[in-house]
Nanobody, 123 residues
Framework: QVQLVESGGGLVQGGGSLRLSCAASGSIFSINTMGWYRQAPGKQRELVASITSGGTTNYADSVKGRFTISRDNGKNTVFLQMNSLRPEDTAVYYC?????????????????WGRGTQVTVSS
């Protein structure tokens, strides 16, 4: 079984910072791309940032220059440092990871989601 557990959300004033963490645990062979998505009320879930196992990053245009994604491969953890937060960043933030697990018949890579953490930015 695999679990992704997010932490670090909360309420912050506009212009402030938060740091999200997501730790993967369970029977994991390897983790490929890890990422953060967010979903605001009434809107679709959108990609915020992603990072490959080799460290290549990708950001949504709306967060470039303000958010930084990083990971600790040894601890199966991904981070999202969010600076200069704006009210429009308010959303539930979800962690996602492409995880390879081993089975008796071979290996399989699947996408896993965390339960989400609320980020609220006041104006």
């Amino acid at each position: 079984q695999v679990q992704l557990v997010e932490s670090g959300g909360g309420l912050v004033q506009g212009g402030g910072s938060l740091r999200l963490s997501c730790a993967a645990s369970g029977s994991i062979f390897s983790i490929n791309t890890m990422g953060w998505y967010r979903q605001a009320p009434g809107k679709q879930r959108e990609l915020v940032a992603s990072i490959t196992s080799g460290g290549t990053t990708n950001y949504a245009d709306s967060v470039k220059g303000r958010f930084t994604i990083s990971r600790d491969n040894g601890k199966n953890t991904v981070f999202l440092q969010m600076n200069s937060l704006r009210p429009e960043d308010t959303a539930v933030y979800y962690c996602n990871a492409d995880i390879t697990r081993t089975w008796a018949w071979g290996t399989r890579t699947s996408g896993y989601w965390g339960r989400g953490t609320q980020v609220t930015v006041s104006s």
